[in-house]
Structures are given as C-alpha cells and as structure tokens.
C-alpha cells in the first residue's frame, strides 16, 4: 500500500521540483513518515554521452533509464533530493507501505524494472480471507517472466501478469488492461493503481476493488495524526503541464496524500480509468478499462 507519482513531459527533461515546485515535492516526500518502508524511482532522460562511443560496451536500449531503489524511508535518504533535481522527460516516484507483512527487502522495492518497462503499484492482492497472491503457488504465470522483475511480491505478480500480455502482442495499455482483467476474476476487491513507464509512454491507472479506505490504513494514518489526509486513500489525480508560452507541454498524475486543488488543474481519475500520455510528445489521453 503505497504512494505513487508520475509524469511525461513533450520531450524535454525537467525535474520533480520543476513539475510541483518545492513545496509540494516536500508534502510528498513527507508522506515517507507513513509510507517508511522505502522508495524508488525510476527516471527517463536522454544520455548525456551517445551509448554508441567506442569504449568497448554494446549498446543498451535501456540507455537513459536511471533506476534507484533503496529500504530507507524518503525523508531520511539525501538521494531523494538529489534525485528530485535531476531533469528527465519522465519519471516514476514510489514510497513503500509493505503489503500483508511481505519482508522489507531490496527485491521488493518499487518501481520494478524489465524489458525497458518501470513499474509501480498501490494495492494488496489478496483474497477474501486476506491470503496474498504470492502464497497462491499455482497462480498460471510462467516463472521465467516472474523472475524477470526482480520482485517477490503481488506487485511484482501484477508487474508479471502485464509482461506476459505485452508478450503477446498487446499495446502497453491494453496490456494492463487485459492483467487487471484476470487477476479480479481471482481477487475482485483488491487495488490495482498502477503507473507504467516505457520509453515513449506512460500509462496511469485508477483501479480500486472497493472506494472506502482499508481500516489498516485508516489505523496508521490515525496513529501519525493524518488522518484527514485518508479519506481519498484511493484516489488519483492527474494535471496538465504546460510551458512558459501555455502551451500543452505534458501530464503529471499522483496518488493522493499531498496539496492537489481543483483550481490548479488538478483532476481525479474515474475508478476503471487510465491515462495515456507520451512522454516524447506530451499528449494524453483516457480511456476505459
């Protein structure tokens, strides 16, 4: 159960504080107070040198994806300022609240990262009788794809699901579409907000099993005297970007837990709803699942 955040710019790189300003980066970096089982992000920018130079390395088509991933809650890890300067044309933002007592371990820090895609979830994948999906030994996925995550958790079961339909020839969106398709048919009231990078998109989904927030984190919240901030736990939330002539210039969407006014263009998703954006263009735009 966690906090995510995303953007796509129309090529150009830009920073975290550039997107929200200082204050909200701050607000949301503050979050890690609750969300303190780490945080990752994984950030897309063009290559300061051609991966082509001859220096004897082969050229990677994951060149200019910077990955981070750390156990250390955000607000105590100077890497996360640093980071929130370093300009990319996307970029994916995750602050951890473990799952169903799955183990605080390297491997299970977000975002996930394979075949050129990050990944980033919010939710717990578990059944009625509150069994994780990883203890479902015989869920159909093919092993090799699951290992291919680097992750031992749900989230890295759904990061899988969604690989094996891009392995069949789906679209990005589709693909995640189709992923959250099977996995209810087996855990219908679980979350599945998710954020998707690749390196020409972005694809952010709104998908809760239920709206009303889960007493476990009403609790927590409670116990750091936030819980104000819980209602809209669910939530996400999406803004246009534009550059210093008006125009259209990208998109950047965001779990709630941090300022996201109306008036400042900020505006929810619909359950069941994703967002589109190119993060070579800055178009955008939704559709349903």
């Given amino acids: 159960m966690c906090r ?19 204050q909200a980066v701050a607000d949301y970096r503050g979050l890690s107070e609750i969300h303190n089982d780490g945080w990752g992000a994984s950030l897309l920018s063009n290559p300061v040198e051609p991966a082509d130079l001859p220096d004897g390395g082969a050229p990677s088509p994951e060149t200019g994806t910077r990955l981070y991933r750390s156990t250390v809650a955000a607000e105590f890890d100077p890497v996360f ?16 609240l473990a799952s169903s007592n799955l183990p605080l371990i390297l491997e299970n820090q977000q975002p ?25 030994h015989d869920y159909p996925v093919d092993d090799k794809i699951f290992l291919s995550t680097g992750g031992r958790s749900d989230s890295a079961m759904f990061f899988a699901v969604i690989l094996e339909y891009i392995g069949f020839g789906f679209a990005l969106d ?8 099977e996995l209810r048919q087996r855990y219908p009231k679980s979350s599945y907000n998710c954020m998707l990078q690749s390196q020409d998109q972005l694809i952010v ?3 809760a099993g239920h709206e009303e927030t889960a007493s476990r984190v009403v609790e927590i919240y409670n116990r750091y005297g936030r819980g104000g901030k819980v209602y809209d736990y669910r939530t996400v939330r999406y803004r246009a970007l534009h550059d210093e ?3 259209p210039a990208g998109v950047v969407a965001a779990s709630s837990g941090f300022r996201q006014d109306e008036d400042e263009g900020w505006t929810a998703l619909k359950n069941n709803e994703m967002l589109i954006a190119s993060n070579r263009t800055g178009r955008f735009r939704l559709r349903s699942i």
Wanted: charged share 20%.
């Fill in 4 to 22: 995510l955040l995303g953007y796509a710019t129309a090529g150009f790189d830009l920073s975290l504080h550039a997107i929200l300003g200082a």
């Fill in 81 to 96: 300022g640093e980071l929130a300067e370093e300009p990319a044309r996307g970029a994916l933002w995750h602050l951890r």
């Fill in 112 to 136: 996930f990262f394979a075949n050129g895609l990050s990944f980033i979830h919010n939710g717990d994948i578990s059944d009625e009788q509150g069994r994780n999906i990883i203890a479902s």
């Fill in 174 to 181: 589709e693909a995640v579409a189709q992923a959250v398709r």
């Fill in 205 to 207: 989904l709104c998908a």
């Fill in 245 to 247: 002539n008006g125009e």
